[in-house]
Protein backbone atom coordinates (compact mmCIF):
# COMPACT_ATOMS: atom_id res chain seq x y z
CA UNK A 1 0.00 0.00 0.00
CA UNK A 2 2.89 2.76 0.66
CA UNK A 3 4.09 1.93 -2.87
CA UNK A 4 0.84 2.49 -4.28
CA UNK A 5 0.45 5.85 -2.13
CA UNK A 6 4.01 6.63 -3.64
CA UNK A 7 2.99 6.23 -7.10
CA UNK A 8 -0.28 8.01 -6.77
CA UNK A 9 1.69 11.17 -5.33
CA UNK A 10 4.64 11.04 -8.33
CA UNK A 11 2.41 9.37 -11.51
CA UNK A 12 4.92 11.77 -13.61
CA UNK A 13 8.10 10.49 -13.14
CA UNK A 14 10.33 9.39 -15.78
CA UNK A 15 9.59 6.10 -16.54
CA UNK A 16 12.68 5.23 -19.06
CA UNK A 17 14.94 5.43 -16.06
CA UNK A 18 12.01 3.37 -13.75
CA UNK A 19 12.32 -0.29 -13.65
CA UNK A 20 8.32 -1.11 -13.59
CA UNK A 21 7.58 -2.36 -10.70
CA UNK A 22 4.98 -4.69 -10.89
CA UNK A 23 6.59 -6.57 -13.92
CA UNK A 24 9.72 -7.12 -12.23
CA UNK A 25 9.28 -8.26 -8.69
CA UNK A 26 5.50 -9.01 -8.68
CA UNK A 27 3.19 -11.95 -10.80
CA UNK A 28 -0.08 -10.58 -12.21
CA UNK A 29 -2.45 -12.18 -9.79
CA UNK A 30 -0.69 -11.16 -7.10
CA UNK A 31 -0.67 -7.63 -7.69
CA UNK A 32 -4.18 -8.08 -8.78
CA UNK A 33 -5.25 -9.14 -5.47
CA UNK A 34 -3.59 -5.71 -3.77
CA UNK A 35 -5.82 -3.40 -6.35
CA UNK A 36 -8.52 -5.36 -4.90
CA UNK A 37 -8.26 -3.16 -1.98
CA UNK A 38 -8.93 -0.19 -4.28
CA UNK A 39 -12.28 1.80 -5.45
CA UNK A 40 -13.50 3.44 -8.26
CA UNK A 41 -11.54 6.96 -8.10
CA UNK A 42 -8.19 5.20 -7.26
CA UNK A 43 -8.29 2.74 -9.97
CA UNK A 44 -8.55 5.60 -12.11
CA UNK A 45 -5.48 7.27 -10.98
CA UNK A 46 -3.61 3.90 -10.95
CA UNK A 47 -4.53 3.46 -14.91
CA UNK A 48 -2.67 6.92 -15.49
CA UNK A 49 0.61 5.79 -13.62
CA UNK A 50 1.75 3.51 -17.18
CA UNK A 51 0.71 1.45 -19.67
CA UNK A 52 1.20 -2.10 -16.89
CA UNK A 53 -0.61 -0.27 -14.44
CA UNK A 54 -3.10 0.51 -16.61
CA UNK A 55 -4.11 -3.44 -18.50
CA UNK A 56 -4.11 -4.18 -14.76
CA UNK A 57 -6.43 -1.33 -13.16
CA UNK A 58 -9.00 -2.28 -15.96
CA UNK A 59 -8.59 -6.27 -15.48
CA UNK A 60 -12.31 -7.39 -15.35
CA UNK A 61 -12.44 -9.21 -12.23
CA UNK A 62 -11.69 -6.13 -10.15
CA UNK A 63 -14.79 -4.03 -11.84
CA UNK A 64 -17.40 -7.27 -12.08
CA UNK A 65 -16.28 -6.88 -7.84
CA UNK A 66 -17.39 -3.54 -7.46
CA UNK A 67 -20.16 -4.18 -9.27
CA UNK A 68 -21.58 -6.95 -7.28
CA UNK A 69 -20.18 -4.57 -3.89
CA UNK A 70 -22.18 -1.75 -4.54
CA UNK A 71 -25.48 -3.99 -5.33
CA UNK A 72 -25.56 -4.55 -8.82
CA UNK A 73 -26.47 -7.56 -11.16
CA UNK A 74 -25.64 -9.58 -8.52
CA UNK A 75 -27.27 -12.58 -10.92
CA UNK A 76 -24.39 -12.54 -13.03
CA UNK A 77 -21.25 -13.82 -13.47
CA UNK A 78 -18.15 -12.37 -14.85
CA UNK A 79 -18.26 -14.00 -18.02
CA UNK A 80 -21.63 -12.49 -18.87
CA UNK A 81 -20.38 -8.94 -19.74
CA UNK A 82 -17.13 -7.57 -21.70
CA UNK A 83 -16.74 -4.66 -19.94
CA UNK A 84 -17.43 -4.13 -16.36
CA UNK A 85 -16.64 -0.94 -16.08
CA UNK A 86 -18.74 0.06 -18.46
CA UNK A 87 -21.54 -2.21 -17.18
CA UNK A 88 -20.84 -0.63 -13.81
CA UNK A 89 -21.00 3.06 -15.20
CA UNK A 90 -24.17 2.14 -17.05
CA UNK A 91 -25.74 1.10 -13.52
CA UNK A 92 -24.82 4.05 -11.90
CA UNK A 93 -26.39 6.27 -14.19
CA UNK A 94 -29.39 4.36 -14.57
CA UNK A 95 -29.32 4.95 -10.35
CA UNK A 96 -28.99 8.38 -10.78
CA UNK A 97 -31.69 8.49 -13.62
CA UNK A 98 -34.14 6.68 -11.42
CA UNK A 99 -33.59 9.00 -8.33
CA UNK A 100 -33.78 12.21 -10.22
CA UNK A 101 -37.40 10.73 -11.89
CA UNK A 102 -38.66 9.70 -8.52
CA UNK A 103 -38.03 13.22 -6.66
CA UNK A 104 -39.47 14.88 -9.92
CA UNK A 105 -42.37 12.56 -10.47
CA UNK A 106 -41.49 11.45 -13.97
CA UNK A 107 -42.66 8.26 -15.67
CA UNK A 108 -45.78 6.62 -16.19
CA UNK A 109 -49.38 6.33 -14.25
CA UNK A 110 -51.84 3.79 -14.65
CA UNK A 111 -54.83 3.35 -13.08
CA UNK A 112 -55.62 -0.16 -12.57
CA UNK A 113 -59.44 -0.98 -12.56
CA UNK A 114 -62.15 -3.91 -13.07
CA UNK A 115 -65.41 -2.81 -13.55
CA UNK A 116 -66.98 -6.37 -13.25
CA UNK A 117 -65.62 -6.67 -9.96
CA UNK A 118 -67.37 -4.04 -8.51
CA UNK A 119 -65.81 -2.64 -4.20
CA UNK A 120 -62.35 -3.02 -4.23
CA UNK A 121 -61.46 -5.11 -0.91
CA UNK A 122 -57.97 -6.14 -0.48
CA UNK A 123 -54.94 -5.70 -2.59
CA UNK A 124 -51.24 -7.38 -2.10
CA UNK A 125 -48.49 -7.22 -4.62
CA UNK A 126 -44.83 -8.83 -5.32
CA UNK A 127 -41.89 -7.72 -7.77
CA UNK A 128 -44.45 -5.55 -9.85
CA UNK A 129 -47.27 -8.36 -9.86
CA UNK A 130 -50.56 -6.77 -8.39
CA UNK A 131 -53.46 -9.13 -6.57
CA UNK A 132 -56.90 -7.91 -6.25
CA UNK A 133 -59.82 -8.84 -4.32
CA UNK A 134 -63.74 -7.76 -5.10
CA UNK A 135 -66.91 -7.88 -3.48
CA UNK A 136 -67.74 -9.98 -6.54
CA UNK A 137 -65.69 -12.92 -5.07
CA UNK A 138 -63.63 -11.97 -8.47
CA UNK A 139 -59.84 -12.19 -8.04
CA UNK A 140 -57.74 -10.37 -10.74
CA UNK A 141 -53.76 -10.10 -11.69
CA UNK A 142 -51.70 -8.04 -13.15
CA UNK A 143 -48.32 -7.86 -14.13
CA UNK A 144 -46.94 -4.23 -14.48
CA UNK A 145 -43.57 -5.25 -15.53
CA UNK A 146 -44.46 -6.06 -18.71
CA UNK A 147 -47.20 -3.15 -18.94
CA UNK A 148 -50.05 -5.86 -19.82
CA UNK A 149 -52.99 -4.98 -18.20
CA UNK A 150 -54.93 -7.40 -19.46
CA UNK A 151 -55.18 -8.95 -16.10
CA UNK A 152 -56.55 -12.97 -15.48
CA UNK A 153 -59.39 -13.73 -13.63
CA UNK A 154 -58.28 -16.53 -11.15
CA UNK A 155 -60.76 -19.00 -11.07
CA UNK A 156 -61.43 -19.76 -7.05
CA UNK A 157 -63.26 -23.01 -5.56
CA UNK A 158 -66.98 -23.00 -4.53
CA UNK A 159 -67.62 -22.14 -0.89
CA UNK A 160 -70.52 -24.01 1.13
CA UNK A 161 -72.90 -21.59 -0.17
CA UNK A 162 -75.35 -20.86 -3.21
CA UNK A 163 -74.19 -22.98 -5.95
CA UNK A 164 -72.85 -20.22 -8.66
CA UNK A 165 -72.17 -17.65 -6.23
CA UNK A 166 -68.89 -16.45 -4.84
CA UNK A 167 -68.25 -14.93 -1.52
CA UNK A 168 -67.02 -11.33 -1.41
CA UNK A 169 -62.94 -11.52 -0.41
CA UNK A 170 -61.56 -10.83 2.31
CA UNK A 171 -57.46 -11.26 2.16
CA UNK A 172 -55.18 -11.33 -0.58
CA UNK A 173 -51.62 -12.60 -0.37
CA UNK A 174 -49.05 -13.05 -2.99
CA UNK A 175 -45.39 -14.09 -4.01
CA UNK A 176 -43.39 -15.11 -6.68
CA UNK A 177 -44.86 -18.53 -6.56
CA UNK A 178 -47.99 -18.57 -5.21
CA UNK A 179 -51.26 -16.19 -4.67
CA UNK A 180 -54.00 -17.16 -1.79
CA UNK A 181 -57.35 -15.24 -1.08
CA UNK A 182 -59.26 -15.95 1.31
CA UNK A 183 -63.17 -15.33 1.36
CA UNK A 184 -66.24 -14.27 3.88
CA UNK A 185 -67.51 -17.98 3.82
CA UNK A 186 -63.79 -19.18 5.27
CA UNK A 187 -63.21 -20.86 2.41
CA UNK A 188 -59.09 -20.19 0.74
CA UNK A 189 -58.07 -20.61 -2.72
CA UNK A 190 -54.27 -21.00 -3.44
CA UNK A 191 -53.21 -20.53 -7.07
CA UNK A 192 -49.71 -21.48 -8.86
CA UNK A 193 -48.34 -18.73 -10.34
CA UNK A 194 -47.12 -21.09 -12.89
CA UNK A 195 -50.12 -23.68 -13.62
CA UNK A 196 -53.17 -21.41 -14.83
CA UNK A 197 -56.22 -20.16 -13.43
CA UNK A 198 -57.66 -23.08 -11.22
CA UNK A 199 -56.61 -23.28 -7.71
CA UNK A 200 -53.94 -25.76 -6.37
CA UNK A 201 -55.17 -26.47 -3.17
CA UNK A 202 -57.94 -25.05 -1.08
CA UNK A 203 -59.65 -25.51 1.95
CA UNK A 204 -62.24 -24.60 4.74
CA UNK A 205 -63.01 -22.53 8.10
CA UNK A 206 -66.18 -22.78 9.52
CA UNK A 207 -65.91 -19.35 10.41
CA UNK A 208 -64.84 -16.38 9.25
CA UNK A 209 -60.91 -15.66 8.81
CA UNK A 210 -59.32 -12.84 10.36
CA UNK A 211 -56.19 -12.55 8.98
CA UNK A 212 -54.04 -14.62 6.15
CA UNK A 213 -50.28 -14.98 6.12
CA UNK A 214 -47.94 -15.94 2.84
CA UNK A 215 -44.57 -16.94 3.42
CA UNK A 216 -42.72 -13.82 1.61
CA UNK A 217 -40.22 -16.40 -0.42
CA UNK A 218 -42.11 -20.12 0.22
CA UNK A 219 -45.08 -21.93 0.28
CA UNK A 220 -46.69 -22.11 3.71
CA UNK A 221 -49.86 -20.31 4.04
CA UNK A 222 -51.72 -19.93 7.63
CA UNK A 223 -54.79 -18.47 8.38
CA UNK A 224 -56.72 -17.42 11.68
CA UNK A 225 -60.56 -18.11 12.14
CA UNK A 226 -62.36 -17.75 15.61
CA UNK A 227 -59.37 -19.10 18.48
CA UNK A 228 -57.86 -21.40 15.96
CA UNK A 229 -54.30 -20.40 13.78
CA UNK A 230 -53.73 -22.88 10.88
CA UNK A 231 -50.44 -23.51 9.04
CA UNK A 232 -50.73 -25.51 5.19
CA UNK A 233 -47.60 -25.88 2.77
CA UNK A 234 -46.90 -28.65 0.38
CA UNK A 235 -44.50 -31.33 0.64
CA UNK A 236 -41.31 -32.77 -1.52
CA UNK A 237 -44.20 -34.46 -3.76
CA UNK A 238 -46.44 -31.26 -4.04
CA UNK A 239 -49.13 -33.04 -1.83
CA UNK A 240 -50.58 -30.32 0.30
CA UNK A 241 -51.00 -31.19 4.64
CA UNK A 242 -51.07 -28.98 7.31
CA UNK A 243 -48.27 -28.98 9.83
CA UNK A 244 -50.05 -27.69 13.15
CA UNK A 245 -52.77 -26.43 14.11
CA UNK A 246 -53.02 -24.07 17.20
CA UNK A 247 -55.17 -23.10 19.81
CA UNK A 248 -55.04 -19.45 21.23
CA UNK A 249 -56.98 -17.69 23.68
CA UNK A 250 -58.15 -14.51 22.06
CA UNK A 251 -59.38 -13.10 18.21
CA UNK A 252 -56.31 -12.71 15.80
CA UNK A 253 -55.93 -9.17 14.72
CA UNK A 254 -52.32 -9.47 13.09
CA UNK A 255 -50.68 -12.56 11.36
CA UNK A 256 -47.42 -13.01 9.54
CA UNK A 257 -44.96 -16.06 8.81
CA UNK A 258 -41.44 -15.63 9.81
CA UNK A 259 -39.55 -15.27 5.72
CA UNK A 260 -36.38 -17.82 5.06
CA UNK A 261 -37.03 -20.60 7.48
CA UNK A 262 -36.00 -23.97 6.93
CA UNK A 263 -38.50 -27.02 7.81
CA UNK A 264 -41.16 -26.34 9.69
CA UNK A 265 -43.43 -23.07 8.85
CA UNK A 266 -43.08 -20.28 11.69
CA UNK A 267 -46.26 -17.84 12.36
CA UNK A 268 -45.98 -14.50 14.66
CA UNK A 269 -49.37 -13.92 15.81
CA UNK A 270 -51.15 -10.46 17.44
CA UNK A 271 -54.52 -11.64 19.41
CA UNK A 272 -55.55 -8.13 21.06
CA UNK A 273 -52.58 -7.61 23.87
CA UNK A 274 -50.60 -11.14 23.05
CA UNK A 275 -48.35 -11.80 21.00
CA UNK A 276 -48.01 -15.77 19.91
CA UNK A 277 -44.57 -17.18 18.37
CA UNK A 278 -46.24 -20.35 17.07
CA UNK A 279 -43.91 -22.92 16.08
CA UNK A 280 -44.69 -26.99 15.61
CA UNK A 281 -42.36 -28.23 18.21
CA UNK A 282 -43.44 -25.53 20.68
CA UNK A 283 -46.85 -24.12 20.03
CA UNK A 284 -48.29 -21.57 21.88
CA UNK A 285 -44.92 -19.68 23.12
CA UNK A 286 -46.17 -16.66 24.52
CA UNK A 287 -43.53 -14.07 23.02
CA UNK A 288 -45.34 -10.70 24.38
CA UNK A 289 -48.25 -9.89 26.62
CA UNK A 290 -48.90 -7.49 28.94
CA UNK A 291 -52.44 -7.08 30.11
CA UNK A 292 -54.76 -3.86 29.26
CA UNK A 293 -52.17 -2.64 26.55
CA UNK A 294 -53.39 -4.36 22.94
CA UNK A 295 -50.95 -4.91 19.45
CA UNK A 296 -51.89 -2.11 16.70
CA UNK A 297 -49.77 -3.44 14.16
CA UNK A 298 -47.11 -6.15 13.85
CA UNK A 299 -44.43 -6.68 10.87
CA UNK A 300 -42.00 -9.42 11.19
CA UNK A 301 -38.36 -10.00 9.72
CA UNK A 302 -36.31 -13.20 9.58
CA UNK A 303 -34.73 -12.81 12.98
CA UNK A 304 -36.94 -10.21 14.51
CA UNK A 305 -40.64 -8.90 14.97
CA UNK A 306 -41.54 -5.46 15.67
CA UNK A 307 -45.32 -4.69 16.86
CA UNK A 308 -46.80 -1.25 18.25
CA UNK A 309 -48.65 -1.62 21.98
CA UNK A 310 -51.10 0.57 23.30
CA UNK A 311 -50.97 1.70 26.73
CA UNK A 312 -53.73 3.03 28.33
CA UNK A 313 -55.87 1.95 31.90
CA UNK A 314 -53.17 1.58 33.71
CA UNK A 315 -51.22 5.39 33.39
CA UNK A 316 -52.93 7.30 31.31
CA UNK A 317 -49.77 9.07 30.47
CA UNK A 318 -47.67 6.55 30.02
CA UNK A 319 -46.70 6.75 25.78
CA UNK A 320 -47.39 4.30 23.44
CA UNK A 321 -44.11 2.26 21.48
CA UNK A 322 -43.04 -0.05 19.11
CA UNK A 323 -41.39 -3.10 20.59
CA UNK A 324 -39.02 -5.04 18.90
CA UNK A 325 -37.91 -8.63 19.68
CA UNK A 326 -35.30 -11.17 19.05
CA UNK A 327 -37.43 -14.30 17.28
CA UNK A 328 -34.59 -16.41 18.35
CA UNK A 329 -33.79 -15.81 21.56
CA UNK A 330 -37.47 -14.70 22.36
CA UNK A 331 -36.59 -11.53 24.05
CA UNK A 332 -37.05 -7.72 24.06
CA UNK A 333 -34.52 -5.83 22.29
CA UNK A 334 -35.46 -2.16 22.21
CA UNK A 335 -38.58 -0.13 23.00
CA UNK A 336 -39.15 2.65 20.28
CA UNK A 337 -41.54 5.66 19.98
CA UNK A 338 -42.92 7.75 22.99
CA UNK A 339 -46.49 8.87 21.16
CA UNK A 340 -49.56 9.74 22.43
CA UNK A 341 -50.95 8.39 19.25
CA UNK A 342 -51.24 4.57 18.40
CA UNK A 343 -48.76 2.97 15.86
CA UNK A 344 -51.23 2.04 12.85
CA UNK A 345 -48.48 0.68 10.88
CA UNK A 346 -44.75 -0.57 10.60
CA UNK A 347 -42.32 -1.52 8.31
CA UNK A 348 -39.37 -3.61 9.24
CA UNK A 349 -38.84 -6.56 6.56
CA UNK A 350 -38.40 -3.87 3.59
CA UNK A 351 -36.58 -1.38 5.75
CA UNK A 352 -32.65 -1.03 5.29
CA UNK A 353 -30.15 -2.77 8.19
CA UNK A 354 -31.03 -1.26 11.98
CA UNK A 355 -33.87 0.69 10.92
CA UNK A 356 -37.60 0.70 10.72
CA UNK A 357 -40.49 2.82 9.76
CA UNK A 358 -43.70 2.96 11.75
CA UNK A 359 -46.86 5.05 10.94
CA UNK A 360 -48.96 6.72 13.86
CA UNK A 361 -52.58 7.91 14.47
CA UNK A 362 -50.92 11.13 15.02
CA UNK A 363 -50.63 11.80 11.57
CA UNK A 364 -46.49 11.71 11.70
CA UNK A 365 -44.34 8.99 10.06
CA UNK A 366 -41.24 8.24 12.34
CA UNK A 367 -37.93 6.46 11.18
CA UNK A 368 -36.14 4.42 14.15
CA UNK A 369 -32.63 3.43 14.70
CA UNK A 370 -32.78 0.41 16.92
CA UNK A 371 -29.41 0.16 17.57
CA UNK A 372 -29.52 3.60 19.19
CA UNK A 373 -33.73 3.46 20.07
CA UNK A 374 -34.79 6.36 19.35
CA UNK A 375 -36.15 8.23 15.82
CA UNK A 376 -33.88 9.78 13.39
CA UNK A 377 -36.73 11.41 11.72
CA UNK A 378 -40.20 12.50 12.76
CA UNK A 379 -42.60 13.56 9.71
CA UNK A 380 -45.76 15.69 10.10
CA UNK A 381 -47.42 13.65 7.30
CA UNK A 382 -51.28 13.52 6.77
CA UNK A 383 -53.97 15.05 7.97
CA UNK A 384 -55.35 12.09 9.55
CA UNK A 385 -53.46 8.75 10.64
CA UNK A 386 -51.04 7.07 8.63
CA UNK A 387 -52.26 3.71 6.64
CA UNK A 388 -49.44 2.75 5.17
CA UNK A 389 -45.48 2.76 4.98
CA UNK A 390 -42.38 1.99 3.30
CA UNK A 391 -38.87 3.03 3.11
CA UNK A 392 -35.17 2.63 1.78
CA UNK A 393 -31.81 4.27 2.17
CA UNK A 394 -33.13 7.64 0.80
CA UNK A 395 -36.61 7.96 0.75
CA UNK A 396 -40.09 7.28 2.10
CA UNK A 397 -42.98 6.35 0.68
CA UNK A 398 -46.37 7.23 3.10
CA UNK A 399 -50.20 6.62 2.89
CA UNK A 400 -52.93 8.28 4.96
CA UNK A 401 -56.54 7.67 6.22
CA UNK A 402 -57.72 10.96 3.61
CA UNK A 403 -56.24 8.97 0.95
CA UNK A 404 -53.09 11.03 0.45
CA UNK A 405 -49.77 9.60 -0.98
CA UNK A 406 -46.69 10.94 0.06
CA UNK A 407 -43.10 10.45 -1.22
CA UNK A 408 -40.26 11.99 1.02
CA UNK A 409 -36.61 12.50 0.84
CA UNK A 410 -35.72 10.96 4.31
CA UNK A 411 -32.47 12.85 4.75
CA UNK A 412 -33.40 16.03 4.00
CA UNK A 413 -37.06 15.51 5.81
CA UNK A 414 -39.37 17.08 3.20
CA UNK A 415 -41.86 16.07 0.90
CA UNK A 416 -41.28 15.65 -3.37
CA UNK A 417 -44.73 15.15 -4.25
CA UNK A 418 -47.58 13.85 -3.75
CA UNK A 419 -50.80 12.30 -5.10
CA UNK A 420 -54.75 12.28 -3.59
CA UNK A 421 -57.50 9.88 -4.20
CA UNK A 422 -61.43 9.50 -2.60
CA UNK A 423 -59.88 6.38 0.24
CA UNK A 424 -58.07 5.27 2.32
CA UNK A 425 -54.31 3.76 1.60
CA UNK A 426 -54.45 0.34 2.32
CA UNK A 427 -51.57 -1.03 0.61
CA UNK A 428 -48.01 0.63 -0.74
CA UNK A 429 -44.74 -1.62 -2.48
CA UNK A 430 -42.05 0.20 -4.02
CA UNK A 431 -38.71 -0.82 -5.72
CA UNK A 432 -35.91 1.19 -7.38
CA UNK A 433 -38.01 2.47 -10.65
CA UNK A 434 -41.84 1.19 -9.95
CA UNK A 435 -43.97 2.21 -7.03
CA UNK A 436 -47.82 -0.06 -6.41
CA UNK A 437 -50.29 1.83 -3.97
CA UNK A 438 -53.97 1.15 -3.58
CA UNK A 439 -57.08 3.14 -2.57
CA UNK A 440 -59.33 0.74 -0.80
CA UNK A 441 -63.01 1.53 0.92
CA UNK A 442 -64.22 1.26 3.96
CA UNK A 443 -67.54 0.73 2.98
CA UNK A 444 -68.16 -2.26 0.87
CA UNK A 445 -71.88 -1.59 -0.08
CA UNK A 446 -72.05 2.10 -0.87
CA UNK A 447 -75.30 3.93 -0.92
CA UNK A 448 -76.96 4.43 -4.71
CA UNK A 449 -75.94 0.39 -5.39
CA UNK A 450 -77.74 -1.76 -6.64
CA UNK A 451 -80.29 -4.25 -4.75
CA UNK A 452 -79.57 -7.09 -6.72
CA UNK A 453 -75.91 -8.85 -6.93
CA UNK A 454 -75.38 -8.89 -10.42
CA UNK A 455 -75.76 -4.97 -11.29
CA UNK A 456 -72.57 -3.19 -11.47
CA UNK A 457 -73.25 -0.17 -11.20
CA UNK A 458 -71.38 0.99 -8.40
CA UNK A 459 -70.06 4.23 -9.44
CA UNK A 460 -66.30 4.35 -9.67
CA UNK A 461 -65.87 6.69 -6.99
CA UNK A 462 -67.05 4.14 -4.68
CA UNK A 463 -65.33 1.37 -5.48
CA UNK A 464 -61.59 1.94 -4.42
CA UNK A 465 -58.19 2.36 -7.24
CA UNK A 466 -55.08 1.08 -7.71
CA UNK A 467 -52.08 3.08 -9.42
CA UNK A 468 -49.18 1.92 -11.36
CA UNK A 469 -46.62 3.92 -11.24
CA UNK A 470 -43.26 3.70 -13.49
CA UNK A 471 -40.30 6.23 -13.12
CA UNK A 472 -37.90 4.21 -15.79
CA UNK A 473 -39.59 5.82 -18.39
CA UNK A 474 -38.76 9.29 -19.29
CA UNK A 475 -41.93 10.92 -19.51
CA UNK A 476 -43.92 13.33 -17.28
CA UNK A 477 -46.55 11.82 -15.02
CA UNK A 478 -49.37 14.19 -15.59
CA UNK A 479 -48.57 13.59 -19.56
CA UNK A 480 -48.64 9.50 -19.25
CA UNK A 481 -50.40 7.18 -21.62
CA UNK A 482 -53.68 6.71 -20.22
CA UNK A 483 -54.41 2.71 -19.67
CA UNK A 484 -57.37 2.61 -22.54
CA UNK A 485 -54.40 3.93 -24.86
CA UNK A 486 -52.23 0.38 -23.96
CA UNK A 487 -55.09 -1.87 -23.86
CA UNK A 488 -56.21 -3.93 -26.49
CA UNK A 489 -60.03 -3.49 -26.84
CA UNK A 490 -60.86 -7.12 -27.16
CA UNK A 491 -63.69 -6.33 -24.97
CA UNK A 492 -66.80 -4.70 -25.64
CA UNK A 493 -68.20 -3.61 -21.89
CA UNK A 494 -70.11 -0.55 -20.52
CA UNK A 495 -72.03 -0.26 -17.47
CA UNK A 496 -75.18 2.25 -17.08
CA UNK A 497 -73.66 6.25 -16.70
CA UNK A 498 -69.90 4.78 -15.80
CA UNK A 499 -69.34 3.06 -19.23
CA UNK A 500 -65.70 1.94 -19.66
CA UNK A 501 -64.10 3.29 -22.61
CA UNK A 502 -63.52 -0.78 -24.53
CA UNK A 503 -64.80 0.01 -27.50
CA UNK A 504 -63.01 -1.19 -30.85
CA UNK A 505 -60.28 0.65 -32.20
CA UNK A 506 -57.99 0.32 -35.30
CA UNK A 507 -54.13 -1.20 -33.88
CA UNK A 508 -52.10 1.67 -34.64
Known amino acids: ?133 YTSGEVRLWDTRTWDYRAPVLEAAQGPGAAGTLAQVSFVRINSSLAVAAYEDGTVSVWSLLF ?50 FEIQKLVNFLNLVPDVTGSPVAVAAAEDIVYLLKAEDPGKVLHSVYGQPVTCLDVSAREAAFGVKTFGWLLNEPNQILLYNLETNQCLTKVGNSMGDFSCVNLRDSPPNMLVAGNKDRRVRVFDVRRGEAVC ?111 YDEVTGYNYNIGLAVPYDNI
Open 378 to 488: SLYAHQLGVTAVQMDEWKIVSGGEEGLLCVWDQRMGTKLWEMHARHPVRHVWFNSHSLITANIPEEKNPRGSSITDDDPSVHRKYRGIIYSYEFSVDQLAVDSVLPICRSS
Open 196 to 245: GREPIHHFQHNQRIQALALAPGGTAVATASAFEVKLESPDDKGFWQSPAM
Open 1 to 133: RSLTNYFLLFPFQNEINEVPFFDVQLPYELALKIFQYLGKAELGRCAQVSRTWKILAEDEVLWYRLCQEEGYLLDMSISDHSCWKLALKNCRARENMLKNNWKNRVGAVSQLRYEPGRVLCDVHSCDGVVMAG
